[in-house]
């Protein structure tokens, strides 16, 4: 229970304006790719979304929204795909 209580408080009290696991400064210091599909609910606000995208230094940003209508879900899935092709380990 301790590490549930540990991981609650660090999600909604730690850093609430931003994402719940890392700072910006550790966004800003990843040097490994980084896919952001933005959403826009109270639990993945889309400024924090496009905040994200530009402080990683090599993060891409796919289409907005991407799940409606359900005929962009296709191109989202293409946009994944490419981007993880691209950046495939040798």
Avoid at 9 to 18: A, C, I, K, W, Y
Avoid at 58 to 77: Q, Y
């Amino acid at each position: 229970m301790q590490t549930a209580d540990q991981f609650v408080t660090r999600m909604f009290e730690t850093n609430p304006d931003f994402v719940f696991t890392v700072t910006r400064d550790f966004v800003r210091s990843c040097q490994n790719p980084i896919l952001v599909l933005p959403d826009d609910v109270p639990a993945h606000p889309y400024a924090v979304a496009m905040e994200c995208a530009m402080l990683a230094p090599k993060a891409e940003v796919s289409i907005f929204p991407w799940k409606e209508p359900k005929e962009r879900i296709p191109l989202a899935v293409r946009q994944i795909h490419s981007f993880l092709k691209a950046h495939q380990p040798a």
